[in-house]
């Protein structure tokens, strides 16, 4: 949709049907909602130039790109007027720190004038303090291996945590993996010493890894040193034994008997057992008593 303003090719609109530029000029008051004109346009016009009248391309404020950075630097004010005096080197003139010719700033070349930012040096090109020198490891190897590439303090990445965890000395040399030792090893992880010590080894299932020793079975033991067949085999008979030796004792429902046959239900055992309970049998004592 087109903006509705006359004469505007603008694709892009917002409200009112207007683009941004003309949604602006009814914000501010110079046309209705309608596009009739309220007042007239008080608008600045573009500049294409530098104030100061050169022929470079306007940057900001009425500057160029040149005047505008000697306006933030301070040596020129708003209006254009000289603040500060410009120092203009001949062509022919080369840098106070090292003579190089080419492009001089503030008496300096590229090279000089980075390090005065950085503080090295002053402004007349005297040294201030040593740069920082940072040590190259290009052509090196690791202290440690001696055939990875250095990476932290002359040191590979591997080399460097076996030193900060303790296992290698600074020198390369691997040390007992035994904590608070710094012994070099000799038999494997360990120094003499430690490696004499008895190693305490807890396993989980007895005879793990081995063949079962049933006879002629060859397969491998995985639970309690025999294959999965023969345990499953000794557990189910295991589990026979034990349902053998303590049977259940299962009471028989009353409504299961027969109501015809003579013999008294569970019901009517449990009355004459409590008529029983309930009379008292006369004791010898109580007869000698009397």
């Not at 009425?62 to 301070?74: A, P, S």
């Not at 008496?107 to 090109?125: E, F, T």
Request: aromatic letters at 6%; charged letters at 25%; glycine letters at 8%.
């Amino acid at each position: 949709m087109a903006c509705r303003f006359p004469k505007c090719k603008t694709s892009r609109t917002h409200c009112w049907g207007l683009c941004n530029r003309h949604r602006k000029w009814v914000e501010r008051g110079y046309f209705d909602k309608n596009l009739n004109p309220l007042k007239p346009l008080d608008l600045k016009p573009r500049r294409t130039g530098c104030k100061l009248g050169c022929d470079a391309k306007h940057k900001g404020l009425g500057f160029c790109q040149r005047h505008y950075r000697q306006y933030k630097e301070g040596s020129i004010d708003i209006d254009g007027e000289r603040l500060k005096l410009l120092i203009r080197y001949p062509k022919d003139f080369g840098c106070i720190r090292c003579g190089k010719r080419g492009r001089i700033i503030k008496g300096l070349c590229k090279h000089h004038y980075a390090q005065m930012c950085r503080g090295l040096i002053g402004a007349d090109g005297t040294p201030i303090r040593p740069p920082k020198r940072v040590r190259s490891y290009r052509g090196a190897y690791c202290r440690g291996c001696k055939k990875a590439r250095p990476r932290i303090r002359g040191y590979c990445e591997l080399c460097h945590a076996k030193i900060k965890r303790g296992t290698m000395s600074p020198a390369g040399i691997l040390l007992c993996a035994k904590k608070s030792c710094s012994v070099p090893r000799t038999a494997g992880l360990f120094c003499p010493t430690h490696s004499e010590q008895p190693k305490t080894v807890t396993r989980k299932y007895i005879n793990k890894g081995n063949a079962c020793p049933i006879i002629a079975c060859k397969r491998p033991a995985s639970h309690r040193g025999l294959c999965h067949t023969h345990y499953n085999r000794r557990r189910r008979r295991l589990k026979t034994q034990t349902s053998t030796a303590h049977p259940a004792q299962d009471v028989p429902h009353p409504q299961s008997l027969d109501a015809s046959s003579n013999t008294p239900t569970l019901g009517q055992s449990s009355a004459r057992a409590a008529s029983s309970a309930s009379v008292r049998t006369p004791d010898i004592s109580d007869e000698t008593s009397c």
